[in-house]
Every structure is written in C-alpha cells, then in structure tokens.
C-alpha cells in the first residue's frame, strides 16, 4: 500500500485529508508539526509527503528544506493559502525541490488526482 | 424520535431575524442540522463572487468526516456546480434538492436524456469525493449563492420528505441572508465611492488655487494636515471634544480656505514688495469670494465658516467681520493658526521664510493677540514633539 504523509498543524485538515486518503486505499500517516514529521520520516518512509506551508514554529519551507537534506528524493506536494505574502515561499519551495503546490481552498478532486498521480508514478518503478 | 420539523423551523426563523450577519446565520443552520436531523457531517458553500468559485465557508461534524472549513472550493466548472446554475435540478427534480439515492434511480430511467444524465453522473462523483448524500441550493432568482452539503445520517437512514423540505426553507433563508448582506455592503460601497469623488474634487479645487499663487507650492495640503494634528492634539488634551463630522469639516475648510484668491488677480496675488491700499483690500476679499463659491453648496456649511473666518484675529483686528474671542468659530482659528504657521516658514521671492523655531516663537508672541492662546498652545506642543 502506498504511504503520504500529511503535515499540518491544523487536526482538522489532517483528520480530513488522512480520512479522505485512506478510503482511497492510501495508509497514511499523520504530523502536526515540522520536527514530527522529520521524526517520522526516518521510521517510516514515506512515498509522499503533504505539507502545509504556513505552520507555527518550523514552517512548512523550512521542514521542506530538512526533509530533503535528509532524503533529496522524498516527493513533497506544497499545500499553500492564496495570500500574496506566501508568493516568495513558493518561490522557495520551487527552488528546495517542492513537486506540486495545491491552494487553499482547493478543489477535492485535484488534490486527489495530483496525490493519485504521484502515488501511482512510484508504483510503476521497479522495486529496489 | 420524531422532529416537529415545522415547529423547528418557526423557532429558528424567530432567530433568524435577530441575526444580521450572514455568516453567524449559516453557521447557526449548519449547527442545528447537525444537532437536530443527526448528520455526520455538514456544510455550506458560499459564493465567492470576485473569484466566481464556491468556498466551504462553514462545516460541522464528526472529525475527520467534516471537511476542514476554508479547505475546500467548487470552481464554477465544478460538474456539481454546473449541475445547479444550468438548474438541472428543477428539470429532473420538482423541488430543487439532489439527493444522492433518489439519483441513481434516475440514472437508470430511460426517458432522461443522455446529455443530462451525464451532468448528473459528474455531480454524483463530486458528491462521492466530498461524501455527502444531499446538496440542497440557495438561490436568488437564479442566481446560486449557496450550496448546503449533508453528509448520511449517524443512523444511516435516508432523508424524508419533511426532512428535505425543511432544509429547502432554511436554504432560502440562507440566500436572503446572504442576499441582504450583499446588498447592505454593496450600498456602502456607493457611499464611499460618492465620498471619494467629494473629497477628490475638493482636492482637485485646491490645487487650482495653488497653482494660481506660485510661491506657496504645497501650502493647502500642508495647512490641511497641520489643522487636522492641531484638532486631533485638542481632543486629546480634552480641551474640546471633536466629533469625526468636525474633523471631516476641518478637513475640507483646510483644503477650501484660500478658494476666494481664484477671483483675486494673479498680478496682486504674486506681487514682489508691498501692496497698496487697493492691492490689499481686493486680497482682504478673498474670504468673502470663498463664501460665495461655496455657499451653493449646503452640504459644506460647517466648513464654510472656517473659509469665512480663518483670518479673524483673537483680539478683533482681523477681516472681514473683525470677530474676537470666542465669537471667532473654532474650526477657523485652527485653520488661522496653520495658515500663518506655513506662511512664515514658505521662501518668498522678497524674503527668506522663517525657520520653524523662529515661527513657533513668533506664534508664541501673538498667542491670546492674534491666536486664540489654546490653538496657538496645541501648535506649540506639535512642534516640541517633532510632529510638524
């Protein structure tokens, strides 16, 4: 099964987003905080990783960019607000090797088709 | 137990009522289907008119099945949305609601069309992602504002009749509320607007007296802001108590105080050394040519007695009515004291203008002559803090 994990610290969002994967035969794990999800990561490796931008204490960039100096291959989708302010994060995320960015609000069957996607180009790959 | 759902509605409309603020309204409705009917979940959609998308604005429910408020949106070419706007709902059902059982069944019947069993299909599936069994929409006239999304019931029965009927009454309720606030916001939209075009235009007549007097670049904007701190330090030293209409008021009286120099002539105005008898007196006019320009006007009558009076004197040696003491309005010995404030520290072509030290001293000097003293003190007390 494949796995993501959400990173937000909003238990809403998360409760939500697992949820709505699961039933879509995903195991997914779950992080309220960037130091959690670094945490996790290096138990349970992930196949992605959605992570919220704008958190309290270590920021959605910032987590972005220890994850990938942890594991540089790590697929990482971006979940973003739409305010101007976060343009430059963007930019950042760009740059740290972020795959995708989703927009809240978003559309449900968008941010299901990216994870989708994502989730199914891993499959495809051999198995090392 | 059974619901007196008439007998729910009727005390929630009482509530309604009290309730301006749409979004209080919405999030009461959501609360009580909840609690009431026993849904999983619910939530609103709201039109977002700017972006033309629908944002879940309000939500409710068990956690993790209730979809996180302000997480997720329908864009207009949303297949649930579309379903709704192209009312699809009306033509395939009477009363306006999509309920997700009685759909499917109509998936099957043979006398609906291909093409709109196709619209159907896709608002199904966007139902599925957002797992709810119902949507029931808020129109106003055909314009959809809202959208009321259920999830099953905790008991896992389907909706009744009565059910749906009852959630259709409170969508209307929600497209009035939505509506009226839409219409409130949008009035006070205009009004702002007619009140930027006023102050604009004052602005733009203000510049037309500065450019007609070549050496006082600047001096109505910089007279306007120092009356406008002038009155704002009177207030705070509670010396007199300034309502927002005064300060308004002053504002314009600032921008408008020289309007009368349009009808003194540029010869006169602009002379380079001192004027003669004549000189002097057709520039001692130009408060009184204010008045008349202004006068048609009623809405500027407050300010107009700052144009009148801004060169009366404390003592009574001013123009044009020689007013003294406390018959002088307050609004033009603020006006009075800025104006001669920026008209010594301004270069003009015969003299250097006066430092802001040598001005705060000559001010100090005719304070309780000239000045009323307690306008003259608050000037003072803006120049030790460094505000002007």
Do not use: W
Not at chain 2, 104 to 128: D, N, Y
Request: charged fraction near 30%; charge should be neutral; aromatic fraction near 6%.
């Amino acid at each position: 099964m494949p796995r993501l994990l959400i990173v937000d610290d909003e238990v809403d969002v998360r409760e939500f987003a697992a949820n709505f994967f699961r039933k879509r035969k995903i195991d997914c794990l779950t992080a309220s905080s960037g130091e959690e999800a670094l945490g996790l990561l290096e138990k349970n490796r992930p196949d992605l990783v959605l992570l919220d931008i704008k958190m309290a204490g270590v920021d959605g960039v910032e987590t972005l960019r220890r994850i990938k100096k942890l594991d540089a291959s790590l697929k990482v989708i971006m979940v973003t607000g739409r305010k101007p302010e976060e343009e430059g994060s963007l930019q950042k995320c760009r740059e740290l090797g972020a795959l995708a960015y989703v927009h809240k609000p978003l559309q449900l069957d968008e941010l299901e088709r990216i994870v989708m996607k994502e989730l199914a180009a891993d499959k495809k790959k051999p198995q090392k | 137990m059974a619901i007196n759902y008439k007998r729910e509605l009727e005390g929630a409309s009482k509530t309604m009522i009290l309730v301006h603020d749409p979004n209080t309204l919405i999030m009461m409705i959501v609360r009580m289907i909840v609690q009431k009917v026993r849904v999983r979940h619910a939530g609103i959609l709201l039109h977002d008119r700017e972006r033309d998308t629908y944002i879940l604005t309000v939500s409710r429910g068990i956690k993790g099945v209730k979809i996180p408020k302000g997480f997720a949106r329908m864009d207009a070419d949303n297949a649930l949305i579309r379903f709704f706007r192209e009312r699809l709902d009306k033509k395939l059902f009477n009363d306006g609601s999509l309920i997700y059982e009685e759909a499917k069944k109509t998936l099957k019947k043979a006398k609906v069309a291909r093409k709109q069993k196709e619209a159907l299909k896709g608002a199904l599936h966007q139902m599925e992602i957002f797992d709810v069994v119902a949507c029931i929409p808020s129109y106003f006239g055909d314009d959809l504002l809202a959208m009321l999304l259920l999830g099953e019931k905790k008991s896992g029965r389907s909706f009744g009749r009565d059910e749906i009927d009852f959630f259709s009454a409170l969508a209307s309720d929600v497209a009035m509320a939505i509506r009226n606030a839409q219409l409130f916001k949008e009035l006070e939209a205009e009004l702002e607007k007619k009140h930027h075009l006023f102050i604009h235009t004052t602005v733009a007549l203000a510049a037309a007296i500065d450019a007609k007097d070549h050496y006082t670049h600047g001096h109505t904007a910089r007279v306007t802001g120092i009356s406008l701190e002038i009155a704002r330090k009177l207030a705070e030293k509670n010396k007199e108590s300034f309502d927002e209409k005064f300060l308004e008021s002053l504002h314009i009286a600032g921008l408008l105080h020289d309007i009368g120099k349009i009808g003194v002539p540029e010869a006169i105005l602009n002379k380079e050394g001192t004027l003669n008898e004549t000189e002097r007196k057709c520039i001692e006019e130009h408060p009184l040519v204010g008045v008349t320009i202004l006068q048609p006007i009623k809405e500027l009558e407050s300010s107009i007695l700052g144009v009148k009076y801004h060169h009366e004197r404390y003592d009574g040696s001013g123009y044009p009515e020689k007013l003294r003491g406390s018959q002088i309005p307050v609004i033009a010995s603020i006006i009075s004291v800025a104006d001669a404030f920026d008209a010594m520290i301004t270069d003009r072509p015969y003299r250097k203008g006066l430092s802001k030290e040598e001005a705060i001293g000559e001010i100090k000097r005719v304070s309780g002559k000239q000045f009323d003293a307690q306008v003259a003190e608050a000037l003072i007390e803006l120049f030790v803090e460094g505000k002007i």
